[in-house]
């Protein structure tokens, strides 16, 4: 074969491969695209948003939202920065980037900064940096009022409420209940496991529609006089109970266990009205009874009316008062307010007990001179000071009180947490200090605070026992 036909044959050789390899690349027909290359990922939201304010302190959850999915190389996630903060993760799923941080601070402004390539789109290709400000709520001031809601109070209930409020986040006054309502059996077992009186003790009218009776007779005040001319101050509750329905003799609190509607007890003919003027006339009757020996007292009815409502799905009230909701509720503790004033009664600070996530069941500023708040089973100090904290950012200008406790949490780990209540009260144990005459009376155990919570309680020096209670009179 001749060069030149060598030539040839190998020019048409090319030409065929040339004409297969196009032919193959088209192959796929004529309607297929490259893939194509996606922009940098784009942010599209963020919570919070860029600029906000009002935050809560402490810990704080970011997420940023993308147009596509993307992702975060773990070895990027250190140059993610809050200012004066610690970023504790980052993670990424989907189109959401989520940044957890810590230590946030009332009062102060943060950027969040996450630098170009920590995210990445499907396609490698970083977002462009990410800067995102947000602030801190300021610090609530608080402002305790110093003045009483009642009108006119009369001169030893002022000196009360003024002694609590010289004391109020300085020291924190001690306090017993009775076992069950009208007694100082609880005091006394405290005595004899301290060698101490706690300042107050609390009473209870929930035996209302039996006295005067030979057990129970809240006429007789004698013990409330003794307490108060040792310079011991009272307290007194109302676990109100009302018939199991109209015209019964049986009595509850529980609303699953009687027909008395507490959004009836304002309407004119109802039989719940009926029965609430009767019972509000006989308490105020025998609040008058302290009120004319001088003897202030801090009043703490229809406590704990939201229950557990807010607290999960199928929540609760516990007590009828706060079963028909918030406004029944509010009508009736306004009811029972000025009906009080109409009797003349200048004895009493009121006290209204929070559930924390209650505020729709808040009487209102004039109406109330403490919040209280109950806590049981809770040996975190920490988060019985968070607590106080939160209540105490709600409700600026009142004092804040332990009106209840169980199980709690040393009152000087509470104390020195930040948890500076204006005074505690741990429950009764009924079958320890039933009866003073029996010999598990002496014993060390209690249900709700035993004698070694106590002598903690009493060796801190910012604790308040009856012995060191100035007169108020």
């Known amino acids: 074969m001749t060069a030149i036909a060598n030539r040839f044959l190998n020019t048409c050789f090319v030409i065929l491969f040339i004409l297969s390899v196009t032919v193959t690349a088209c192959s796929n027909g004529e309607d297929d695209e490259p893939t194509p290359v996606l922009d940098a990922p784009l942010l599209v939201g963020s919570i919070p948003v860029d600029g906000a304010t009002d935050l809560s302190e402490g810990n704080l959850t970011i997420t940023l939202t993308f147009d596509q999915n993307v992702t975060s190389p773990s070895s990027t996630h250190s140059q993610v920065t809050i200012t004066d903060a610690t970023v504790t993760s980052v993670t990424a799923s989907l189109t959401q980037v989520t940044i957890k941080a810590t230590g946030l601070e009332k009062g102060s402004t943060y950027q969040l900064v996450v630098p170009k390539g920590v995210v990445l789109g499907p396609t490698k290709v970083a977002a462009a940096e990410i800067i995102i400000s947000f602030s801190i709520q300021e610090e609530v001031q608080t402002a305790i009022t110093t003045s009483l809601a009642i009108d006119n109070p009369s001169q030893q209930a002022q000196n009360l409420y003024d002694f609590l409020l010289e004391n109020y986040g300085q020291k924190v006054l001690s306090g017993t209940m009775a076992n069950v309502n009208w007694n100082t059996n609880e005091a006394e077992w405290v005595k004899l496991q301290t060698g101490k009186y706690p300042a107050i003790a609390t ?271």
């Open 203 to 473: 009473f209870d009218y929930v035996h209302l529609p039996y006295s005067p009776a030979n057990w129970i007779d809240y006429s007789n005040t004698a013990i409330q006089e003794d307490w108060w001319n040792n310079n011991g101050l009272i307290s007194i509750g109302w676990h109100w109970i009302v018939p199991t329905a109209e015209g019964a003799t049986d009595y509850t609190y529980k609303p699953e266990e009687t027909t008395f509607k507490a959004s009836n007890v304002t309407i004119d003919g109802t039989w719940e009205n009926d029965l609430v003027k009767a019972d509000l006339k006989k308490a105020a009757d025998y609040l008058k009874l302290l009120q004319a020996k001088n003897i202030p007292v801090i009043w703490r009815p229809l406590h704990e009316a939201a229950g557990n409502i807010y607290e999960f799905s199928g929540g609760s009230a516990w007590f009828w008062w706060g079963n028909n909701g918030a406004k029944a509720y509010k009508d009736l503790w306004i009811y029972m307010f000025d009906y009080f004033k109409t009797q003349g009664l200048n004895n009493l600070i009121w006290v209204w007990t929070t559930q924390t996530k209650d505020r729709e069941f808040y009487p209102g500023d004039n109406y109330v001179d403490i919040i209280g708040r109950d806590i049981y089973n809770n040996s975190n100090a920490l988060d019985i000071a968070d607590e106080f904290a939160s209540i105490q950012e709600s409700y600026p200008t009142k004092m804040v009180t332990l009106s209840e406790c169980g199980n709690a949490a040393n009152i000087l780990a509470q104390w020195n947490a930040g948890a500076q209540w204006s005074y505690f009260m741990p429950w009764y144990d009924y079958e320890r200090t039933d009866d003073l005459n029996e010999s598990d009376f002496n014993e060390t155990n209690h249900e709700y605070a035993d004698a070694s919570w106590w002598t903690d309680a009493f060796n801190h020096s910012d604790v308040i026992t009856r012995d060191q209670m100035p007169s108020l009179k």
